[in-house]
Every structure is written in structure tokens, then in C-alpha cells.
């Protein structure tokens, strides 16, 4: 009955589609060259860093005439956005515009000294990347500091009073383990955490052990259920797909994909589409070309009428009125699902 109800306000949401998130894609270098990384993001990336002028112009003339900035959060993401040395002045910019931001990171580069400096810019959420214990996770971020800078940005971040999360991806060799990493996690005072699993995208594609298995799959959900009726941390599955009877069980809210709905993105290379999780080729425009504005008031079809999803596994599904195909993140650049969560537990 909730999910039914719940078909009828998505219905509402996407005729509003009214944008609340908007992510910068600020930069596509980065400090680590993780295993799983869906952006297959570089060092030395091909693609230079947009000019913080670019994406100011854009919310100026663009976003800001259009909605209240109250109600619209900015997301930094990358790439590694702590590689930008103007980050601080990106933040000043948007906060005195009247918008939130916050940022996702990997915790590399967090100093005190740049923390301050960001809190100070206005900074008002950070995400940061924790994957499990420290051989666990440096092995997946291919850098023997990366857990112990990661942890020290959660622990530092946890005590500033700002929204937060860690965020781990986990991986088959973390599952007989997620009890011992839940008290770890408390033990450090981490209070928000939310849980990924990793599709076979970008890096991910190519290697088969970060791949959950599907009883791994049905033991991470046990154990979200399970850890939130003791609520001693707030946990919570991410908007990754639709999970049949754990829906209720193990988020906050019915899955709903919404890239293209109340969330979307401007690319490093200026191109516009749904959240950066989304790496197939379903852009929309670009900011050089076309009118953000016009874009997201006329475009995004494939991500609001999700009609051409029915095919192949999806095609007879009953469960198909409540997913809609899964999320956009999880389709190629042919359309065709990658991965299917409620498959998995079925």
C-alpha cells in the first residue's frame, strides 16, 4: 500500500521536477586511483578543471533568477575536489549567493588548516569515503595513507557540528566483517553512515572481486535492517535501487531515481545531465551551447518517462511500476541495466 502511494507522489514530483541538488563536476584529477571508480578518474586528467567563472555565470544567469537558493543544495564532487586550491573562493561564491554546499571527498587532503578554511567559506556538508578496515580499504584506494587521512577527516569533521556521512562501498571481503566495522565506526563517534555496493562500471567493470554475490548482497541488507532497529548509528542503503521488500526496512524513504527530477549536474567539460552517478552517455546539453535553465525545464525525457526502460529483463517485471528500471546511474550507454538490485534478492 506504501509503495502505491508512494507510485502516485512520484507521479506529482516529476511533473514539478523541481531542482534541489545540483552537483559541479569541478574537476576530474585526483590524489588515488581507486579500483572502483565509476569516473575512471586520472592524475594527469585530459580534461582541464572548469573555470569557477563558468560555473558562477550559470547560476547568475541561469539557476538563481529561477529558483529560491535556499532550497537548492550545491555538491563540489570530482575527481578529487580538494585538489582545486580555489575551493574556498568556490564556496564564498555560492554561500554568498545564498546557497547551500557541501562537498564528497576522500579525506586525503583535509588538513585542519583547509578544513577551517572551508568552514569559513561556508561549507555546510561533507561526505567522505571509508571502505572498511585499513588493509581493506587502502587495498581498494591503492594508497597506504588513504585510511588513516580518511579517518582523520571523519573524526575532525564529526566534531564541527556540519552534516556528514561516511559512505563505504562494500566489497565481498567486508561483509562477514560490516558487525566489527559498525563498532568501529561508533567507537570513533561516526553518527551518519551510508552503504553502497559496487557496480560494474568504469574500474568496477573489470574487476570482479569488489562484486557482491547475491546471498553478500541479501547479508548487507540483513544487516542494515537489523542495525537500524538497534539505532545506535544512523544507517541507511543509498539511492542505489529498488529493493523489493527491504524498502521500508533499511532507508528513510521509497527508492526513487532522482537524477533528472530534483537532481542534476553541470560536467567538468561543461555538459549537462542527472547526478554525476551517472556516467553513460545520457547528456542533455551544455552550459557552452545551450541554456542551463531551458535544458532542465525541457529536456530530461529519458530520465522523467522511464516508458523505454521496459525491455529485456525489465520487460515483464512486476515490480516494474514501483522501480521503473532502476536508476539511470545503472543503465548503459545502450539503455541496457547493468545491474538489478531486486534481482539480486529475489
Known sequence: MGLKLFKSVRREVV??????????ECTLRCNLRCRHCGSDCRTDSELRDMPLEDFL???????????????VLI???????LVRDDLERAGQEVTKRGYKWGMVTNGMAL???????LLKAGLRSVSVSFDGFEPIHNAIRQNPLSYE???????????SG??????????????????EWNELLISEGITHWRIFSIFPAG?????????LSASDFRRVMEFI?????????????ACEGFLGGYESEVRDHFYMCAAGVNVASIRVNGDISGCTSVRANYTQGNIYTDSFWGVWQNRFDKFRNREWTKSDECKDCKVWQFCEGGGMHLRDDEGKLMYCHYRMLK
Request: proline share 6%; hydrophobic share 35%; net charge positive.
Open 75 to 81: 555538491i563540489f564532487s570530482g575527481g578529487e575536489v
Open 203 to 211: 574500474r568496477a567493470k573489470r574487476d570482479d572481486k569488489l562484486h
Open 111 to 117: 588538513t585542519p588548516k583547509r578544513f577551517d578554511a
Open 225 to 237: 535492517r537489523k542495525t537500524r532497529l538497534e539505532n545506535r548509528i544512523n544507517l541507511s542503503y
Open 162 to 179: 556540519i552534516a556528514y556521512d561516511a559512505i563505504t562501498c562494500v566489497t565481498p571481503e567486508l561483509v562477514p566483517r560490516l558487525e
Open 149 to 159: 587521512r580518511a579517518l582523520a577527516a571523519l573524526r575532525m569533521i564529526s566534531k
Open 15 to 24: 511533473e514539478r521536477h523541481s531542482l534541489r541538488t545540483l552537483f559541479w
Open 57 to 71: 555565470h550559470v547560476l547568475d544567469t541561469e539557476v538563481t533568477p529561477n529558483v529560491d537558493p535556499g532550497r
